[in-house]
């Protein structure tokens, strides 16, 4: 299977350093950076444009741009790993629009076209006859969607809960165990690379918003936005806020919440029992799910990390290979 | 696709009730209980068999066999969910053999013929080119399998690490919630339906020991066996144990545990941090999964139960059908 990788953040470098270690019968044919690309039909080595990228700060040749790759490359699949843009979505829409165009399947670790062209991006893949995929998207290296399209398959998905973003849940649980305020938290997130330099997409809650509105368009397609959404981030709750919960075997964690039969989208800070299985500590995410026969199924794991979130990546790109590549 | 459902206990009835319940495209053309059974090439009304087999006590004609069922009906899949037998595996191996000698796909809950002839029996499915799925046989409800062959996939299976049994996990439990002894927390589990009049195999280990052989041999295939694993019950457990635990925010689960790397392969008592993923609750079941590029990934979620059951079962049905009877 022929692969175009483009980003080479985090997550594109993971993936890059995966499939060079690997052998998971992927080649990649083109990849770019946001100032460079390289095209090869026959194949360019993962771990030379690495080493490529480390030295020289870009990853091919600065005449080539990651448009040129996505419509001029030979490949299969295309795997967007840019960085999420949650205003426009772009340039990642327009990517994957090209790519569709040309009928490449889609893999993605991005959120903005998620939240934002949802139905448009998903109808354009159907009509093309391709596999728009983005396991990456929704609790790093969890396979929730995995889950949701095939180990729970004919279940009736009832509603979903989760601990989707690890810089709050890191917040909240050292606030906790080391009595911090939320400003010492966040510095110390900020120190542990765990928050960015501007947190506020993240503490706000927007982050596990759009999480949760990818989520909710996945199961129910019921086209829901980020409008759509009540929000309430963590950064106006205090310690005493979490010591009160404490006391009663409880503790606070920003939850998302979808159930349909009750028209419920929310993000909020929730107390919740210790013992309840979404309360994981650190950077963890959690998700359960509720259905009419399996009842709550919990996923957890990390939410983030390169390698982690190629997990999910190579995980689609091996069931696209499985269910469509190989299958032609 | 066509099925014959062999077996008409808790999971029989609630695999029976979901496909009469619900739209999945599935016709039940033979199905058979201890003592009778019923042969209907064009379909058995599952609803009206459930409904006979409360009034009459059977199901269906005493001079119809399950070997008859299983010889004679025109079905695409095998679903064999008679009771586990751990020390012949019978008749379940006799039934499952049958149907693989007609080249059937098969889908059980039974753990007795993956402990004591997993090599055989899935040599013998791919030497007919069939399915041999068996979901439901860990985790009950749990999606693990799928995790496993599916979600996790790319990822080398470094690890696995469980609380594979709800009669133990619920024992544990009540212990440290009411600081009853093991005795006491028996006998409630007993009232509460959790443990069986004879809760030999659940409290002495070897029923997690069995789930944990067959996981072993679904991930690494060595074909490990029973005796290979390393078993120590909950019943020799004081509630000393567990308050020493209590004091370092400890707790004590049964964890069943299998690392090729070290050998091991071991059921035991362990105490384990209160924050841990797999410190479930109650009668629940939780297993984490180590990679090496997802990490850890834990699954919680009900490890028994009637529709419970189903769900898994349901899950290798459509899997089946999507993969082979569709193709076909």
New interface residues.
């Given amino acids: 299977m022929k692969v175009a990788l483009i980003g080479l953040g985090a997550v594109g470098r993971g993936v890059a350093g995966?499939i060079a270690k690997?052998d998971?019968g992927i080649t990649i044919t083109g990849i770019a950076d946001s100032r460079s690309g390289c095209i090869e039909d026959t194949g360019i080595d993962p771990a030379e444009v690495l080493d490529h990228k480390k030295k020289a700060g870009v990853c091919g040749d600065r005449k080539i741009s990651a448009a040129d790759v996505i419509k001029k490359a030979d490949y299969d699949v295309l795997i967007e790993v840019t960085p999420t843009n949650a205003l426009s979505g772009e340039p990642a829409i327009r990517y994957i629009k090209a790519a569709l165009a040309r009928k490449k399947h889609i893999v993605t670790s991005n959120k903005g076209p998620l939240a934002l062209a949802y139905r448009e991006l998903t109808t354009m893949a159907a009509k093309k006859g391709v596999a728009f995929r983005y396991e990456a998207t929704v609790g790093g290296?969890?396979?929730i969607m995995?889950?949701l399209e095939?180990?729970?398959?004919?279940?009736e998905i009832l509603a979903v809960y989760g601990v989707l973003n690890g810089t709050c849940n890191y917040i909240l649980t050292r606030m906790v165990a080391e009595g911090l305020t939320y400003d010492q938290a966040l510095m110390e997130a900020r120190e542990m690379g765990y928050a960015e330099a501007d947190p506020t997409y993240d503490v706000k809650g927007i982050d596990t918003a759009i999480k949760l509105v990818i989520l909710a368009n996945t199961i129910w397609g019921h086209g829901v936005k980020l409008s759509d959404v009540s929000v309430t981030g963590i950064d106006l709750l205090t310690p005493d806020a979490l010591r009160l919960a404490e006391e009663d075997d409880c503790t606070i964690r920003l939850i998302a919440e979808a159930m349909p039969s009750r028209r419920l989208l929310r993000v909020s800070p929730r107390i919740i029992e210790k013992?309840h299985?979404l309360?994981?500590?650190g950077s963890?995410n959690a998700l359960t799910i509720e259905?009419d026969?399996?009842?709550?199924?919990?996923?957890?794991?990390?939410g983030a990390?390169s390698?982690?979130t190629?997990?999910?990546i190579?995980?689609d790109?091996?069931?696209i290979n499985d269910r469509y590549v190989q299958r032609a």
């Fill in positions: 995966m690997k998971l290296a969890i396979p995995h889950t095939h180990g729970l398959a004919g279940n013992s299985p309360v994981v500590d963890l259905t026969m399996a009842k709550e199924i919990t996923l957890i794991g990390k990390g390698v982690e190629a997990s999910a190579i995980g790109l091996l069931y």
